[in-house]
């Protein structure tokens, strides 16, 4: 039997999309720990290529894990960050075809990547990267806010929280929930026209 898939309500595209906002204030409510687990358990499920998985999370919760970010971060984001109850350093990484064959046992797909150091590359940062769109998502979905962000010294947060892995730093996204004062009028988006094609 088919599995008939039907269109969410109109209230729950509002909390994921249409509603939902970039936020730069928060309120004064912690972010458990357990909620962090659910997030990881939601956003892992989204698809990457051969179920590669290259995203990685450092969950900055801590006042003293947020003094380590501070000298990392531009001007614009200095605020809302240390603020922020969590700040997820969003990275990938560029060994992440080591984990295939628990990913992705039915067939050893490790020379796919192990063999073109690019080819590599533009699958860690491409899959990475959707799944820290994956990430906002489940965490809007949790009812939580969130808040990405450029606007970071790369090299100095991948030297503080990410060379003993050897993981790569993509963005920043700040988790919480939102303080509605602060959040900036809604900007425009693209018609449909200016964007899309059809053919």
């Known amino acids: 039997m088919l599995d008939m898939k039907t269109t969410l309500p109109d209230d729950a595209i509002a909390q994921l999309f249409t509603q939902a ?38 969950f900055v919760t801590t006042d003293a894990g947020k003094e380590r970010l501070r000298p990392a971060l531009s001007g614009g984001n200095l605020e809302k960050t240390m603020t922020a109850p969590v700040c997820a350093i969003i990275a990938w990484d560029p060994a992440f075809y080591d984990k295939l064959p628990e990913l992705f046992p ?26 820290g ?20 010294d790369v090299d100095m947060v991948e030297t503080e929280f990410l060379k003993e892995h050897g993981w790569k730093a993509n963005f920043l996204c700040n988790i919480g929930y939102g303080d509605p004062s602060n959040v900036f009028g809604r900007l425009p988006r693209l018609a449909f026209e200016d964007a899309c094609a059809i053919v």
């Open 106 to 131: 039915h067939t050893d797909a490790r020379p796919w990547f192990t063999g073109s150091e690019k080819m590599a590359h533009d699958t860690a940062f491409r899959n990475g990267t959707l799944m």
């Open 21 to 58: 906002r970039s936020q730069n204030g928060w309120q004064d409510r912690a972010v458990p720990d357990t909620t962090l687990h659910a997030l990881w358990d939601i956003l892992k499920f989204g698809p990457t290529s051969a179920n590669c998985s290259p995203g990685r999370f450092v």
């Open 133 to 152: 769109g994956y990430l906002m998502l489940a965490a809007r979905a949790l009812g939580l806010d969130v808040g990405p962000m450029s606007g970071f």
